[in-house]
């Protein structure tokens, strides 16, 4: 811990909570706040402001401030709608001026970044892909997201990555529509969070280990990490966000699934005797989102 590096402020956007937080690094966060996201993103937004104001005054001046957001998100510098949400499946959130009104407000560079590449820089920087060029981040919480990093950076196209909307296979009898508003049974509207709780009625986190449910989610969320394996061959998996948190089971299916979807196509030691290292929780736990937004703040500088 360095008390002499610049203070940064920190704002993780996600589905359902905002983690605010200010420090210098990692290892040095002076004040963390959790304000829900709700549908209203002037409210927000507003008592996002004001938090980090109130930081201000008790801590002293933010020098940048990182943004990772729930998206989908418009990264393109020179488009006129650079740093807003735009045809997100959060209800209120559609088209919100998020990264330049803060901007506005504070006066200070603004790293902005979906929250799942803001997962994986920090994973990458201060957790369990350190030294990593090339990996990724799940994250299987209210949404699912993929945090995909090639070559030390997060793949970017004309947008970025959107692999928690991919088309699967349906598991073998499973005929239910689907959550996701605009695809109905991608990965997103089958294994997702909110999903769940759609199709069953309680949340994810409550079912017990041997529930059917699991069955057809690791079905599908194997499916996405073949995808990853047969894309980009990342060095590392690691599966995060409040679903896998809670049932830390998954993990184990989800390695065996993934090994017999392969069916040795590749010969790697990740996909076999390593695989428990290959496929795991992120280091930085519950923090990795909100540090991923200190990450970007650091870049920004």
Known sequence: MSRSQPLLGGVELGGTKCICLIGTAHD??????SIPTGNDPSATLGLIE?????????HGPIAALGIASFGPIDLAPQS???GFITTTTKPGWRHTDLA???????????????DVNGAALAEGRWGAAKGLADFAYITVGTGIGVGLVVAGRPVYGFSHAELGHIRVARHAGDHWPGACTFHGDCLEGLASGAAIEQRLGVRAGSLAADDPVWEL??????????????????????LGGGVMHAQRHLFERLRRQLQSSLNHYIEAPQIGECIE????????????????????????L
């Open 100 to 114: 330049p009104r803060l901007a506005r407000t504070f006066g200070v560079p603004v790293g902005f970044n979906t």
């Open 277 to 300: 290292q290959y496929i795991g929780p992120p280091e930085l736990g519950e923090m990795a989102g909100p540090l991923g937004a200190l990450a970007l703040a650091q870049d920004a």
């Open 28 to 33: 040095d966060i002076r004040a963390r706040r």
């Open 217 to 238: 989610v690791s079905h599908a969320l194997a499916q996405l990490l073949q995808t990853l394996v047969l894309a980009t061959a990342p060095q590392r998996i690691l």
């Open 50 to 58: 004001q938090t980090l104001r109130d930081w201000q005054a008790a």
């Open 80 to 82: 006129a709608s650079y």
